[in-house]
């Protein structure tokens, strides 16, 4: 059974940092890539960064230098570390799996999001 | 960044009734688009991934179609638990986009 539970969303103020957590279970992290994904209040979806299954990075421009992903083998966990943040990353933000054989990123399992509110 | 346009932003049916939404991506991105539904609160879940392909557990009443540029989600004979916000998303390139989303309001 696959499965991604998050932590540690909660209210910063801008220019703080704050660190997400997604524990998965059911898969192994060495062959599947995670992303982070984000969803500001009543907007749509928007895609944050990528994890690959042998570790590497890749940002979207407005996080790139103030987020790094990162993960622990030994703690099936994967980490949004998130630095100088600003009202505008306001949002839901969620952790997600990669489709195991697709080849391609399409999103088949999710975590439960983390509400991150930078507000002063 | 590829832009994915999504339409229409909201849609009012009547359970049974056919529904249609459509994305059209800036440029050509072959199949690579997937399509998710995210009901009230929850996280998004896996429709259609390839354009076409049904994930697995998913209603077969949900069909994708498109290549290219223009691509389609059709939910047929509208149930009520389809009551939802659906969104599309390319996988050509980074960043990784989604459409706007379209919220499918039952009548």
């Known amino acids: 059974q696959v499965s991604l539970v998050q932590s540690g969303g909660r209210v910063v103020q801008p220019g703080t940092s704050l660190r997400l957590s997604c524990v998965v279970s059911?898969?192994?992290?060495?062959?599947?890539?995670v992303h982070w994904v984000r969803q500001a209040p009543g907007r749509g979806l928007e895609w944050v960064a990528l994890l690959s299954s042998v570790g590497n990075n890749h940002y979207r421009d407005s996080v790139q230098g103030r987020f790094t992903v990162s993960r622990d083998l030994s703690r099936n966990t994967v980490s949004l570390q998130m630095n100088d943040l600003r009202h505008e990353d306001t949002g839901v933000y969620f952790c997600?799996?990669?489709?195991?054989?697709?080849?391609?990123?399409?999103?088949?399992?999710w975590g439960q999001g983390s509400l991150v509110t930078v507000s002063s | 960044d590829i832009q994915m346009t999504q339409s229409p932003s909201s849609v009012s049916a009547s359970v049974g009734d056919r529904v249609t939404i459509t994305c059209r991506a800036s440029e050509a991105i072959n199949n690579w688009v997937a399509w998710y539904q995210q009901k009230p609160g929850k996280a998004p879940t896996l429709l259609i991934f390839?354009?076409?392909s049904l994930q697995d557990g998913v209603p077969s009443r949900f069909r994708g179609s498109g290549s290219g540029t223009d691509f389609t989600l059709t939910i047929n004979s509208l149930q009520p638990e389809d009551l939802a916000t659906y969104f599309c998303q390319e996988a050509k390139s980074f960043p990784l986009t989604f459409g706007g989303g379209t919220k499918v309001e039952i009548k």
């Open positions: 059911g898969f192994s992290l060495s062959n599947t890539a």
């Open positions: 390839g354009a076409t």
């Open positions: 997600t799996r990669r489709r195991p054989v697709s080849g391609v990123d399409y999103f088949d399992s």
